[in-house]
């Protein structure tokens, strides 16, 4: 597939199938991530692969609880008819974490202190992509406490759990989303 047909066709998979993932495809979606930019080429992330049922159904709970008090907060209708049950069913849910120690020279700037997550998310997008081309669902998920998310996986505090990536056989077409045009988003100097 090439790049701009999977930038395009992407979509946010929210139902999987059961059928576990193999290892030589696990290894090339995290292959993938390995090969993005970083600040210093300092590779702020770490991998982790979730399969087993146990910590899934907690991530699940997290989640469930998560998504309450944020109805509670926001009173946004829509929340009522999300489900996060696919966090039970995906076969694998990545997590995605960084290294706040490794964000670069922006530790020294006013604003700094955040490029490590940027880095995270730019390995983040090659494996959704490289999934997609892969004829893989995926979703990056971000409803949770990183306490909750450290506990649960066994993290060190000085570690961030940016994100969660679930990934597996789609199940049925994923809800498309529309985007803005360019004109709308961009302005010249
Ligand atoms: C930083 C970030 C956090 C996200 N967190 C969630 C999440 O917690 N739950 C979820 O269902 N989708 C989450 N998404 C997916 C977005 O909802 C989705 O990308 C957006 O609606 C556009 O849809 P598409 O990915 O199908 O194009 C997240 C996406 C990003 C980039």
């Given amino acids: ?24 495809t696990i290894e090339e979606l995290l292959e993938a991530g390995t090969w993005a ?10 991998f982790m692969v979730v399969t087993n049922g146990e910590f899934k159904e907690k991530i699940f709970a997290e989640a469930e609880a998560r998504k309450s008090i944020l109805f509670e907060k926001s009173g946004w209708k829509w929340l009522n008819r999300y489900e996060v049950g696919f966090l039970k069913e995906v076969p694998v849910i990545l997590a995605v974490i960084g290294d706040p120690k490794k964000t670069g020279a922006d530790m020294f700037l006013k604003d700094g202190g955040q490029a490590y997550q940027h880095a995270c998310a730019a390995a983040i997008q090659n494996i959704l992509l490289t999934a997609h081309s892969l004829g893989l669902g995926s979703l990056w998920f971000t409803l949770f406490e990183k306490d909750a998310i450290r506990e649960i996986l066994g993290l060190e505090a000085e570690k961030d759990p940016v994100a969660l990536i679930c990934l597996g056989k789609p199940d049925g077409e994923p809800f498309q989303t529309p985007r803005k045009g360019v004109q709308e988003k961009t302005t010249y100097r």
């Fill in 37 to 46: 930019p970083s600040p210093a080429n300092n590779q702020p992330w770490e």
């Fill in 1 to 24: 597939m090439d790049l701009q047909t999977a930038i395009r066709e992407r979509r946010s998979c929210r139902k999987y199938l059961p059928d576990p993932l193999s290892r030589e």
